[in-house]
């Protein structure tokens, strides 16, 4: 696989922001630094300004090794960490986006008086996650691991103090829900901005995450935005990135299953990754040989570029099965429905673009893209059995049915034959009711094994609730719009409760406790949070009419139920034994 697609688009150059790299992305200072474990989370140290440049920075260091006879101590390293690094942060300057309003419209969608006031709260948040960055950056980019980008940015929170690709599709449509359409355009605009320099997106804003993407979801971005400002110049305008960031995915993504191309997550740089090396060295332990720790180190980030990082859902274990821990990890031999439900949705919007911009042959181009898309998708992960769409095993050559909220990403995307929209809609529904998906309290989980992995069991992650809440609505039936309804009401409820105990909004959940939060991981559970906050946003100015907290007079569903019936049971088994005594 090369780094870069072949087609025309004219890269800037970015010599600059790889400089920085030979002290952020890989090499000995990287090494002795994060083995060191000097910070309680290692992303910490990547993100830690230079005081110097590259070339003397590595200078000192080689001095500062000599000198210790290259092996200092701990406390020496953090010496030499203090001497020629800043402190967290001094990318940024404050800033209050300009477009901020304090009562946008959707607040007024809301009736129940405390979920409105949380309506506000929210909408509060999005000054908290505005980042600026100071001059200083575009000037002197060799100094820094973040990627340079004109316009401020909403980040998610938390230790995720840059932008993120896939997480700021919620956060985009949060922004524009909330008014902001003027924050969500500079960020549309930074990411067009890095295609054309990097020819990608990167997972995040930092060069250390230069080298692997996340789940292509800027077209749908792009979508949002002119749905919501009427815009179609911006989305013509948009086309030859759109287009190159398509052609990106589709040169160095591309595998073959059941005799059709289709597209897996797989990075392409040597390594631990950065930001995490310390564990990933640990766990390439398991390993004897360089070739095979290598290998380790290509799984992490390509599970790291399917945003999932990390879950059960990328394991295979020598009997083909999902059971094991992080040495299991074959991501790049799993084609995973999602990413090709949203390539096919990417050539759908590419497509109607192209038609906005009277361009048809461009156009018919595109809708021919889906339509193979489509098919690739209907034959490979389409399951009559299972009666859902499934991840693809490719080294055992077989669908891999097991659940996470991904298998119905087509619902969500509207990757499949609209005209069986009956049909998939009663498969889909059966298929939920055998697994229980219904039965928890704090949402459906994202998958159904406990690994102790933040993206398995009992997490339920923001951006997969809103895939099946979205997805069921879009399939359109009575039974798949109540239980989108109901799902969705759930999830604001829940939601509420966690952030009424704690004020505060988390970027996962539990699935087993009504109002808990996740947590598992390498990362402590982060609070702020950029995708939670622009689901609920969306989500109280779609229900907010018709939710009522049972504190305000509104029932609280499956407890008031179960209240009634402990009550009735009870009030019958007195009325009983009363009735025994007095005979
Ligand atoms: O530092 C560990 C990993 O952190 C990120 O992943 C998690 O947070 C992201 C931001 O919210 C989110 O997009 C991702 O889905 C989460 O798993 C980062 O994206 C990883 O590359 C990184 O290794």
């Known amino acids: 696989r090369s780094f870069y697609s072949d087609n025309s688009i004219q890269k800037r150059d970015y010599q600059n922001e790889i400089e920085a790299c030979q002290i952020y992305c890989y090499g000995e200072l990287l090494h002795t630094v994060q083995m060191a474990h000097l910070f309680a989370d290692s992303k910490t140290f990547v993100d830690r300004k230079l005081k110097n440049t590259p070339a003397e920075t590595i200078a000192n260091f080689q001095t500062f090794m000599a000198a210790k006879n290259n092996s200092p101590t701990q406390d020496e390293i953090r010496e030499f960490v203090e001497n020629n690094f800043d402190d967290l942060g001094k990318e940024f300057v404050p800033w209050e986006p300009t477009d901020w309003v304090e009562h946008p419209a959707f607040i007024d969608n809301i009736n129940d008086p405390d979920l409105k006031q949380w309506g506000v709260d929210l909408n509060a948040i999005w000054k908290d996650l505005g980042r600026k960055m100071i001059d200083d950056v575009h000037t002197n980019p060799h100094f820094y691991s973040i990627i340079p980008v004109d316009n401020p940015v909403i980040v998610p929170g938390g230790r995720f103090i840059e932008f993120y690709y896939w997480d700021s599709y919620w956060i985009i449509r949060g922004l524009l829900y909330s008014q902001m359409t003027h924050t969500a355009r500079g960020m549309l605009e930074n990411f067009m901005s890095i295609v054309r ?114 879950s059960s859902r990328w394991f295979i274990n020598d009997k083909g099965e999902q059971t094991g821990d992080l040495t299991h990890l074959k991501t790049r031999s799993i084609v995973p429905v999602e990413l090709n439900a949203i390539l096919h949705w990417n050539a759908k919007i590419i497509a109607e673009f192209y038609r906005l911009a009277g361009n048809n042959s461009k156009a018919e181009e595109y809708e021919n893209k889906a339509a193979k898309i489509l098919e ?59 697994l229980e998906l219904d039965k928890y309290p704090g949402g459906v989980p994202n998958t159904l094994y406990r690994t102790g992995e933040q993206w398995d069991f009992p997490n339920v992650w923001p951006p997969m609730q809103y895939l099946l809440i979205k997805g069921l609505e879009n399939l359109g039936t009575t039974e798949s719009k109540e239980l989108s309804v109901k799902w969705g009401h759930r999830w604001v409820k829940s939601n509420f409760q966690a952030y009424s105990e704690t ?26 949070f950029g995708w939670s906050n622009g689901v609920i946003i969306e989500f109280l100015d779609k229900y907010g009419r018709n939710i009522t907290l049972p504190g305000n007079g509104g029932n609280d569903g499956g407890k008031l139920k179960m209240w009634s019936v402990i009550g009735i049971t009870a009030f019958a088994v007195i009325a009983v034994v009363v009735g025994r005594l007095l005979i």
């Open 197 to 310: 320099r990097f020819g990608f997106i990167p997972n995040g804003g930092r060069i250390y995450y230069a080298q692997r993407s996340q789940p292509p979801l800027l077209a749908a971005m792009i979508k949002s935005y002119v749905e919501f400002t009427k815009d179609t110049q911006f989305a013509v305008q948009s086309l030859e990135v759109l287009e190159h960031e398509f052609e990106y995915w589709m040169n160095n993504h591309t595998v073959q299953a059941k005799g059709y191309n289709v597209c897996a997550y797989g990075g392409i740089s040597p390594g631990p990754r950065p930001e995490s090396y310390r564990e990933d060295i640990e766990t390439s332990k398991a390993f004897v040989t360089d070739a095979e720790k290598e290998e380790h180190y290509a799984e992490l980030k390509a599970a790291a570029e399917s945003g999932m990082d990390f």
């Open 376 to 434: 690739a998708i209907e034959a490979v992960h389409w399951n009559e059995e299972a009666g859902v769409w499934l991840d693809y095993d490719l080294i055992n050559n077989k669908s891999r049915n097991y659940f996470v909220p991904t298998n119905l990403a087509p619902l969500w995307t509207m990757s499949y034959n609209l005209n069986d929209s009956e049909k998939i809609s009663k498969s889909v529904l059966k298929y939920i009711e055998k």
């Open 503 to 528: 004020r505060a909004m988390f970027e996962k959940y539990d699935a087993e406790r009504f109002g808990g939060h996740g947590g598992g991981g390498e990362y402590d559970v982060q609070k702020g």
